[in-house]
C-alpha cells in the first residue's frame, strides 16, 4: 500500500543507548519530516528534508541527527537517548502540485527511555 | 514564519450539540491551512485542508472550516456532536513555497462529548 511507513512502531531504550527510527515513503514526494508527539504539546517538526540531498532543523533538534538517503527514506537517530526524548514520533512526507498541496504520515512510533 | 493557536485545550459539548474549536494563524505569506483528528493510541487523519480555494472547506465526518483572512482564522465546527467525534483536534498551517513547506501545529484540543 502507498504510503509512510515507520519502523519500529515500539522500542524500549536505556538511557545512553542509541537507535536509529526508519522512515520510508513511496509515492515519490520531494518532502519530509520527523515530528514529536508530546501531552499538550502538538506535534513539534525535529528536523526536515525539502529534497533529497538537504537536510533543516526544525524546532527540537536537540539530541538528534537525520539523514536523507535516497528520496525515498528518512531516518532519525538518537546518539545518546535521554528520558526527555521519550515520546510520539511521527514521519510525514509531503506533495505539492497544482495548486494543491497534501501530507501523508506514517503511524508514529512509540519510544520510551528509561 | 508561520504559528498557529488553539484556544482552549479541552471542550467539552452535549450530544447533539454545535461543535467549535477555534484555530489562529499567523503567516507570513498566504498559509495552507488543516484540520486532523487524532484518536485514541492511533495516528493522525486529516479532517479538512483549505488551499486558497474557496474560503469554506467541507471535510469528513460533517465537519467545516472556514478561512477568514481579516481574522486569522480557521475553526472547525460541526452542528451536531457525536459521541464518535470525541479526540484530540489539531490545526497546522503550512507555506509550501517557503522553507520546504513545513507543516505547524497548534497544541491540540481535546473534545469531550457528553451523552
Given at each position: 500500500n502507498a504510503g509512510v511507513t515507520q519502523t519500529p512502531k515500539f522500542q524500549v531504550l536505556k538511557t545512553g543507548q542509541s537507535m536509529t527510527l526508519q522512515c520510508a515513503q513511496d509515492m515519490n514526494h520531494n518532502s519530509m519530516y520527523w515530528y514529536?508527539?508530546?501531552p499538550g504539546m502538538g506535534l513539534r517538526l525535529i528536523?526536515?528534508?525539502?529534497?533529497?540531498?538537504?537536510?533543516d532543523k526544525g524546532e527540537v533538534p536537540n539530541g538528534?541527527?537525520?539523514?536523507r538517503l535516497n528520496k525515498r527514506e528518512f531516518s532519525l537517530r538518537l546518539e545518546s537517548a535521554a528520558p526527555s526524548q521519550t515520546s510520539v514520533y511521527f514521519c510525514a512526507s509531503n506533495y505539492y502540485g497544482q495548486g494543491s498541496v497534501g501530507y501523508t504520515f506514517g503511524?508514529?512510533?512509540?519510544?520510551t527511555v528509561v | 514564519a508561520q504559528s498557529v493557536t488553539q484556544l482552549g485545550s479541552h471542550v467539552s459539548v452535549s450530544e447533539g450539540a454545535?461543535?467549535?474549536l477555534r484555530c489562529n494563524y499567523s503567516s507570513s505569506v498566504p498559509p495552507y491551512l488543516f484540520w486532523y483528528v487524532q484518536y485514541p493510541n492511533q495516528g493522525l487523519q486529516l479532517l479538512l485542508k483549505y488551499t486558497s480555494a474557496a474560503t469554506l472547506v467541507k471535510g469528513i465526518n460533517g465537519f467545516e472550516a472556514e478561512f477568514k483572512k481579516s481574522e486569522t482564522s480557521f475553526h472547525l465546527t460541526k452542528p451536531s456532536a457525536h459521541m464518535s467525534d470525541a479526540a484530540e483536534y489539531?490545526?497546522?498551517?503550512?507555506a509550501y513555497y517557503n522553507q520546504g513547506g513545513k507543516l505547524i501545529f497548534g497544541q491540540g484540543t481535546e473534545l469531550s462529548v457528553k451523552p
Open positions: 514529536r508527539q508530546d528536523y526536515y528534508s525539502a529534497s533529497e540531498g538537504t537536510t538528534y541527527n537525520v539523514s503511524s508514529g512510533t512509540r519510544l | 454545535l461543535v467549535l489539531f490545526c497546522a498551517v503550512s
